[in-house]
């Protein structure tokens, strides 16, 4: 693993010096017995003493069984210290080489430690919820051993005459235990063939094999009565402690966040500390009764015996309480996860290995409409619409990396399919083998439908800024040509060429309103109102729609009325109103073969002006006439309408304190529109000026089309108005302290300080000069509601120059 790459060579080189300088130390001093025996001493405890630094330092690394492996290893070396330094007491002070002491104990229990620790099965995970039962478990086995090392070690040696026999039978068994336990290490390395543990089962299995090999030479040394400290038959010891060592340093990490959940293991049989905990009384009265050595001797082992059971009984005691409350918990928290499972709103769906469902939660069964017992008996191949290269596809990534995160297309009971947003991981055993998968799933059929509702606002809104901007390019060419041929017909009044004249700036007004139209749709227009005359709104509507009705075979009829309907609205809401029931209408007549009429009119009611829209189509029923202004609400088919168009329609009058209703029309439908009469303010002279004898007036028109400009000035000045021109807001900042402005004409898009910056600047050098700004533009809504506030005017372009004449009376005292 990169984690450890670094660590082995550098170790390496560390163990080989050691080995080099304790052969160098051991053979520099044949002469001098006390210095051998201190030099081969110190390096025996330090070479026990590396493999305790190592686990210590890196214990903070491991966790649950795997932290508890290794530190019955440091445990294991605290006792091997122990025992030696006894050993090396009686070698250096006491001049005796003692193998049947007390200390024999301590070393016999180092050498059987690792082996019991393999009880921990590291490899399996951490399973720190198995943690206190197998703790137990290891302290039973220990106390076994120390019980039978005690028992056929110490108790024997109290015999001088069977000392040398205890102590052949003492190297046997020592080897023994190293043979036993290199047994066991490779099959543990075998049993974790696939997991990061094996290199370290096969490290600690390397150094056992060292040792077990230079161990029988040593040991001949010993029934020679040749061996001494300090000698290369040290390296039985030191040869497994540095791979002990090594191997503590490369053991890979407890996993805290794995990818794949772990599942929790049942705790382990509790036959792991029942066995060894009976087996004491077993062996030790059995051997009183069947092998007896004397009195004395059997009365201590009877003693022996008795106090190791007893601490036995307790381990078990324990034992079996650790495993209730285990249990509890466990039982509690898979009732916690269970409820929790069964109450989430996301999905949840468990798949065994073969493909079949282990469990489903109760919002998987909604969302599907199956029953729990007809889910049970399924595949997954039944519940999905997904192909089998998909489900081999997510099979393989989750073996690889752990977790599959995407979009699966799943059946419901009835046939139909949705899409679910899906969370796909395994779970192991502690083994490390799948043995289930486990689906985290949520319906997305609302949040794609928001999101493709989002992304078709974002393409209205790229198309209305395209169409706003071609709109204000395409107004300024409309806005001369209209301006001029108004000239035109003023100075030629008799001219043989009028009406051609009179169908230019017709065909133009047409075009403008075309644009006008367009820019309602596809953006809000501004909140600002100004006078309008209802009729000629109605009739720029029916004209745009009229030659497609004509295709149609839609026959239309009009009835305006004779005099001017001034309302004050705002233009693009009305007209959208006055489109929408032509919609409406046609729709209604066009599902007559026959085809049929729409018809229009307009006229004064009191204190309103009325709209109405007939055809001659099959009418609304009884049934629907109180819901067809509702939201959302159409009698068209799919994909034909919204049923916004009413509601909005609806919505626009009511905002003009007026009304929209449904008539009785005996055939067919008929919807009024009625708006308030708006009758405007004349400004009354000033007492003592005579009436029409006003000073000449100054406008200022400010705008960057020189066309433009010029025609507005013509304009101003056939009605009375000195006018100065700017081409920039800059400019027309450095008139402002020059005169004093009845009238100023602004565009709102220029370069530099554009019109609402400069409405904003002529209101604080001058309010009442801010009161007779008009702005000019194109596009409507990119007037901003601040420059709105006061009583600056809207002139849309293309404007005629009856509009302009409106506006004059509104902006301009007379």
Request: charge should be neutral.
């Amino acid at each position: 693993m990169a984690f450890h790459s670094p660590v082995r060579p550098r170790y390496l080189a560390i163990a080989l010096a050691y080995l080099a300088l304790y052969g160098i130390a051991g053979w520099a001093h044949p002469s001098y017995p006390f210095a051998r025996a201190l030099a081969g001493n110190i390096g025996l405890l330090s070479a026990a003493g590396i493999v305790v630094a190592v686990v210590w330092r890196r214990r903070r690394s491991w966790a649950g069984c795997q932290r508890l492996f290794w530190d019955m290893f440091a445990i294991g070396m605290t006792f091997w210290i122990i025992g030696h330094l006894g050993w090396a007491f009686d070698e250096m002070i006491r001049k005796e080489q003692s193998w049947l002491q007390w200390h024999t104990v301590f070393s016999l229990c180092a050498g059987i430690t690792p082996l019991i620790a393999l009880l921990a099965r590291p490899h399996r995970g951490t399973r720190t919820h198995a943690l206190a039962t197998t703790a137990v478990d290891l302290a039973a086995s220990g106390l076994l051993v120390l019980f039978l090392y005690s028992y056929f070690v110490l108790v024997p040696s109290l015999v001088p005459s069977a000392r040398d026999q205890a102590q052949t039978k003492l190297l046997l068994l020592i080897q023994a235990n190293r043979l036993l336990l290199l047994a066991g290490l490779v099959v543990a390395a075998w049993f974790a063939r696939r997991s990061d543990w094996r290199s370290t089962y096969v490290r600690l299995a390397a150094g056992v094999a060292i040792g077990f090999i230079v161990r029988i030479a040593a040991s001949l040394a010993i029934t020679r009565g040749e061996y001494y400290s300090g000698t290369p038959y040290d390296f039985a010891w030191i040869a497994p402690w540095l791979f002990y060592a090594w191997a503590a340093l490369e053991a890979p990490p407890s996993r805290r966040t794995d990818d794949a959940i772990e599942l929790p293991e049942p705790p382990s049989p509790v036959a792991f500390s029942v066995v060894p905990v009976l087996t004491i009384p077993v062996i030790g009265y059995g051997m009183v009764a069947f092998g007896p050595l004397g009195v004395p001797l059997d009365s201590f082992r009877t003693l022996l015996t008795s106090m190791t059971t007893v601490g036995g009984l307790a381990l078990l005691t324990l034992r079996l309480s650790a495993q209730r409350g285990a249990l509890q918990r466990a039982d509690a928290r898979l009732k916690l996860l269970a409820s929790a499972t069964e109450r989430t709103g996301d999905m949840i769906l468990i798949i065994r290995e073969d493909g079949g469902i282990e469990h489903a939660n109760d919002a998987f069964l909604r969302t599907t409409g199956y029953t729990r017992a007809e889910i049970e008996h399924f595949g997954i191949a039944e519940l999905g619409a997904t192909s089998a290269e998909l489900r081999r596809e997510i099979t393989a990534t989750v073996r690889e990396t752990g977790r599959w995160r995407g979009t699966l297309l799943r059946r419901r009971k009835g046939g139909s399919t949705f899409p679910s947003a899906c969370t796909i991981a395994a779970l192991r055993n502690s083994a490390g083998r799948i043995t289930h998968y486990v689906g985290v799933e949520r319906d997305i059929s609302e949040e794609l439908r928001l999101r493709d509702q989002l992304v078709h606002s974002e393409r209205l809104s790229a198309i209305g800024e395209l169409v706003a901007g071609v709109a204000h390019e395409i107004n300024n060419p409309l806005q001369t040509i209209v301006g001029c041929v108004e000239l035109m017909l003023d100075d030629r009044s008799g001219a043989t060429n009028r009406r051609d004249l009179e169908t230019v700036r017709r065909e133009a007004a047409r075009a403008g309103q075309i644009v006008r139209n367009l820019l309602s749709f596809v953006r809000r227009g501004s909140t600002d109102r100004a006078a309008a005359d209802l009729t000629q709104i109605v009739r720029a509507t029916v004209e745009l729609r009229e030659y497609h009705l004509h295709l149609r075979n839609i026959k239309v009829e009009t009835a305006y009325a004779g005099v001017p309907l001034p309302v004050l609205v705002n233009r693009d809401e009305i007209q959208q109103v006055i489109l929408n029931l032509l919609l409406n209408a046609e729709h209604a007549v066009a599902s007559s073969a026959e085809g049929g009429t729409i018809r229009i009119a307009t006229a004064p009611d009191g204190a309103h002006h009325i709209v109405e829209v007939a055809d001659t189509g099959p009418g609304v029923s009884a049934e629907l006439r109180g819901r067809i202004f509702e939201p959302f609400f159409t009698t068209k088919e799919v994909g034909e309408g919204t049923g916004l168009g009413l509601s909005i329609s609806h919505g626009i009058a009511s905002a003009h304190d007026g009304s929209l209703e449904l008539r009785d029309a005996g055939v067919g439908a008929c919807f009024r529109l009625m708006l308030p009469a708006y009758q405007e303010e004349r400004t009354v002279p000033s007492p003592g000026e005579p009436e029409g004898a006003a000073d000449v007036r100054c406008a200022l028109v400010v705008d960057d089309e020189e066309p433009i400009r010029r025609l507005l000035g013509r304009l101003l000045e056939r009605r009375g108005f000195e006018v100065l021109e700017a081409d920039t807001g800059e400019r027309a900042l450095e008139l402002a302290p020059t005169r004093r402005f009845s009238l100023v004409i602004c565009d709102i898009r220029m370069p530099g300080i554009d019109g609402n910056e400069l409405h904003r600047r002529f209101a604080e050098m001058d309010p009442a000069a801010a009161r007779h700004f008009v702005f000019i533009t194109g596009d409507t809504t990119a007037v901003q509601r601040v420059s709105l506030s006061g009583s600056a005017a809207v002139l849309p372009k293309p404007f005629t120059a009856a509009d302009l004449d409106a506006v004059l009376a509104r902006v301009v005292k007379a």
